[in-house]
DNA sequence: GATAAGATGTTA
DNA sequence: AACATCTTATCA
């Protein structure tokens, strides 16, 4: 067991993206420990009009130009937060939405950016952490990586600018992921 | 200070 | 297809 470094979030975010899949995210809270599997991502660039760095730095876009390896969470919708990692090359911006879990303990369901923030307990508090260090309330663990034929690559969801950028990624045939 | 839209999820 | 519900950005 052992957490990526620093060095793996700085490269290009799409990459990073389909490297998350596989990857084990780990949530210590209320003195239980709870992980799943990463099934589901999304990613996110300065170039890319839906993405919320694109107009620049704005005070809640901030954290995707701080340094790759810390998580950005954000409130959406007036009710749903949304769990992502920051990762770009050095100078740039970027984050990966997390969007589903495959859980290995008993977790609630997870298949989707709203509902895995609320089964795991990741809130606005846990902006900014480092997912780098296991002695974080969140972090992410190397776990098994995937053959290239089972990842599916396709639109993102629930966006109208950039929609024909085919940057969301998942596990084929993984029960877990959102919106089969 | 006001307003419109949003990386969603549930219900019908 | 509607709606719950509030932050953020973009105006004035």
Same mark, same amino acid.
């Given at each position: 067991?052992?957490?990526? &470094? ?8 799409? !990459?990073?993206?389909?490297?998350? %899949? ?11 420990? $709870? ?18 760095? *694109? ?12 340094? &790759?390896?810390?998580? *950005?969470?954000?409130?959406? *919708? ?10 770009? &090359? ?6 990966? $939405?997390?969007?589903?879990?495959? /859980? ?6 997870? #298949?989707?950016?709203? =509902? ?9 508090? %846990? ?5 780098? #260090? &296991? ?5 992410? !663990? ?5 053959? !290239? +034929?089972?990842?599916?690559? /396709? ?5 109208? +600018?950039?929609?024909?950028? %085919?940057?969301?990624?998942?596990? =084929? ?8």
């Amino acid at each position: 067991m052992s957490v990526m &470094p620093h060095e793996f979030y700085k490269r290009d975010t799409v !990459e990073v993206a389909k490297d998350l %899949l596989g990857c084990k995210l780990v949530r210590k809270t209320e003195g239980k420990t $709870l992980s799943g599997i990463i099934v589901e991502t999304e990613a996110y660039t300065q170039d890319d009009p839906a993405c919320h760095a *694109y107009r620049g730095e704005t005070p809640r876009a901030a954290t995707l130009f701080k340094h &790759p390896g810390i998580a *950005y969470v954000y409130f959406i *919708y007036g009710m749903y937060n949304c769990f992502n990692a920051v990762a770009h &090359p050095e100078g740039k911006a970027g984050g990966i $939405l997390i969007r589903a879990l495959e /859980t290995v303990y008993a977790v609630k369901k997870t #298949n989707g950016p709203g =509902k895995l923030c609320k089964a795991l307990n990741i809130t606005r508090e %846990l902006n900014e952490i480092d997912l780098t #260090n &296991p002695a974080s309330e969140l972090y992410l !663990e190397i776990g098994e990586s995937v053959p !290239e +034929n089972k990842i599916i690559t /396709t639109t993102r969801i629930g966006i109208k +600018n950039g929609c024909d950028y %085919l940057w969301r990624f998942y596990i =084929k045939d993984n029960p877990y992921v959102s919106r089969k």
